[in-house]
Protein backbone atom coordinates (compact mmCIF):
# COMPACT_ATOMS: atom_id res chain seq x y z
CA UNK A 1 0.00 0.00 0.00
CA UNK A 2 3.24 2.44 0.86
CA UNK A 3 4.46 2.15 -2.84
CA UNK A 4 0.81 2.92 -4.67
CA UNK A 5 1.14 5.75 -2.24
CA UNK A 6 4.94 7.33 -3.32
CA UNK A 7 3.85 5.95 -6.74
CA UNK A 8 1.02 8.52 -6.48
CA UNK A 9 2.88 11.51 -5.28
CA UNK A 10 5.43 10.77 -7.61
CA UNK A 11 3.16 11.05 -10.71
CA UNK A 12 1.34 13.92 -9.60
CA UNK A 13 4.41 15.88 -9.01
CA UNK A 14 5.73 15.63 -12.27
CA UNK A 15 2.24 16.58 -14.10
CA UNK A 16 2.76 19.26 -11.72
CA UNK A 17 6.08 20.46 -12.29
CA UNK A 18 5.89 19.44 -16.08
CA UNK A 19 2.70 22.12 -16.67
CA UNK A 20 4.68 24.38 -14.56
CA UNK A 21 8.41 24.13 -16.68
CA UNK A 22 6.06 24.28 -20.07
CA UNK A 23 4.65 27.70 -18.36
CA UNK A 24 7.78 29.25 -17.77
CA UNK A 25 8.79 28.14 -21.45
CA UNK A 26 5.79 29.35 -23.22
CA UNK A 27 5.49 32.42 -21.10
CA UNK A 28 8.16 34.46 -22.70
CA UNK A 29 6.64 35.63 -25.49
CA UNK A 30 3.54 36.80 -23.58
CA UNK A 31 2.96 40.39 -22.23
CA UNK A 32 0.71 41.55 -19.42
CA UNK A 33 -0.68 43.83 -21.36
CA UNK A 34 -1.61 41.64 -24.26
CA UNK A 35 -5.50 40.79 -25.12
CA UNK A 36 -5.12 37.13 -24.31
CA UNK A 37 -3.29 37.66 -21.12
CA UNK A 38 -6.04 39.88 -19.96
CA UNK A 39 -8.83 37.23 -21.18
CA UNK A 40 -7.26 34.47 -18.95
CA UNK A 41 -6.70 37.36 -16.05
CA UNK A 42 -10.90 37.88 -16.47
CA UNK A 43 -11.47 33.96 -16.73
CA UNK A 44 -9.41 33.16 -13.70
CA UNK A 45 -11.14 35.61 -11.73
CA UNK A 46 -14.71 34.47 -13.27
CA UNK A 47 -14.08 31.26 -12.28
CA UNK A 48 -12.94 32.36 -8.50
CA UNK A 49 -15.92 33.93 -8.10
CA UNK A 50 -18.45 31.32 -9.45
CA UNK A 51 -16.54 28.85 -6.66
CA UNK A 52 -17.05 31.37 -3.96
CA UNK A 53 -20.25 31.88 -4.63
CA UNK A 54 -20.96 28.38 -5.37
CA UNK A 55 -19.55 27.49 -1.61
CA UNK A 56 -21.28 30.45 0.32
CA UNK A 57 -24.78 29.32 -1.57
CA UNK A 58 -24.20 25.58 -1.93
CA UNK A 59 -21.92 24.76 1.17
CA UNK A 60 -20.62 21.06 1.15
CA UNK A 61 -19.94 19.36 4.57
CA UNK A 62 -19.51 21.37 8.05
CA UNK A 63 -20.18 24.36 6.24
CA UNK A 64 -23.97 23.51 5.29
CA UNK A 65 -24.63 23.69 9.24
CA UNK A 66 -24.22 27.41 8.83
CA UNK A 67 -27.04 29.65 8.09
CA UNK A 68 -26.79 31.58 4.69
CA UNK A 69 -27.27 34.93 7.29
CA UNK A 70 -23.73 33.82 9.18
CA UNK A 71 -22.33 33.25 5.58
CA UNK A 72 -22.71 36.45 4.07
CA UNK A 73 -21.79 38.01 7.01
CA UNK A 74 -18.54 36.67 7.03
CA UNK A 75 -18.05 37.54 3.23
CA UNK A 76 -19.11 40.88 3.65
CA UNK A 77 -16.79 41.56 6.84
CA UNK A 78 -13.83 39.82 5.35
CA UNK A 79 -14.28 41.96 1.88
CA UNK A 80 -14.14 44.97 4.19
CA UNK A 81 -11.05 44.01 5.92
CA UNK A 82 -9.34 42.57 2.55
CA UNK A 83 -9.90 46.41 1.19
CA UNK A 84 -8.38 48.27 4.29
CA UNK A 85 -5.64 46.27 4.30
CA UNK A 86 -4.79 46.80 1.32
CA UNK A 87 -6.07 43.77 -0.50
CA UNK A 88 -4.22 42.04 1.55
CA UNK A 89 -5.24 38.11 1.96
CA UNK A 90 -3.86 36.89 4.83
CA UNK A 91 -5.77 39.36 7.14
CA UNK A 92 -9.70 38.10 5.84
CA UNK A 93 -8.23 34.24 5.81
CA UNK A 94 -7.57 34.72 9.16
CA UNK A 95 -10.38 36.22 10.14
CA UNK A 96 -13.38 34.56 8.41
CA UNK A 97 -12.38 31.36 10.06
CA UNK A 98 -12.26 32.83 13.28
CA UNK A 99 -15.77 34.79 12.69
CA UNK A 100 -17.24 31.73 10.94
CA UNK A 101 -16.14 29.55 14.12
CA UNK A 102 -17.82 32.14 16.75
CA UNK A 103 -20.73 32.98 14.75
CA UNK A 104 -21.36 28.82 14.77
CA UNK A 105 -20.23 28.06 18.41
CA UNK A 106 -22.01 31.15 20.02
CA UNK A 107 -25.51 32.16 17.93
Do not use: H
Not at 4 to 25: C, E, H, K, M
Not at 60 to 78: H, I, K, P, T
Amino acid sequence: MSANIIYAILVTSIATFLSRILGVITSQGITETSKIFRWFNCLAYATLAALIARTIIFPAGVLSDASYLSRLLVVLLCLGIFFITKKNFVYPTIFSAILMAVLNNYF
